[in-house]
């Protein structure tokens, strides 16, 4: 009987999250229009730009090929998303904070865990 590990199993996960979420931004113009009330520059392409890391980075750990170096530019894209949308959130409370960057934040911690736990 074959047994995922762990590590593909958090793998496969956060594969899982990046690419439902590269594909919305993909399809919807809502996430475009999102970006541009960001004041972001170039926020359509950007947007894009975006996806299309998620996606190739999502593959990659389905692959389980260049995981590592997939994590830098989507540990830097979470980073961008707490810092654009949830830290503004810190104005009307912490635990509302918390409660809306609970996801980015356990991406963020997924990302860089399996960023150190595949060799080069």
Known sequence: MYRLSPLK???YVTAFVFLTSGIMKLINEDFGQHFVHMGLPYPLIMVK???VIEVIGALCFIAQKWVKLASIPLIFIMFGAIFLTK???LETGFMSFLFEARL??????????????YPQ
Not at 104 to 117: E, K, P, R, T
């Open 87 to 89: 830290i503004p959130i």
């Open 49 to 51: 730009v975006i996806a």
């Open 9 to 11: 199993v958090m793998s």
């Open 104 to 117: 980015d934040i356990v991406m963020l911690a997924l990302l860089w865990f399996l960023y150190n736990s």
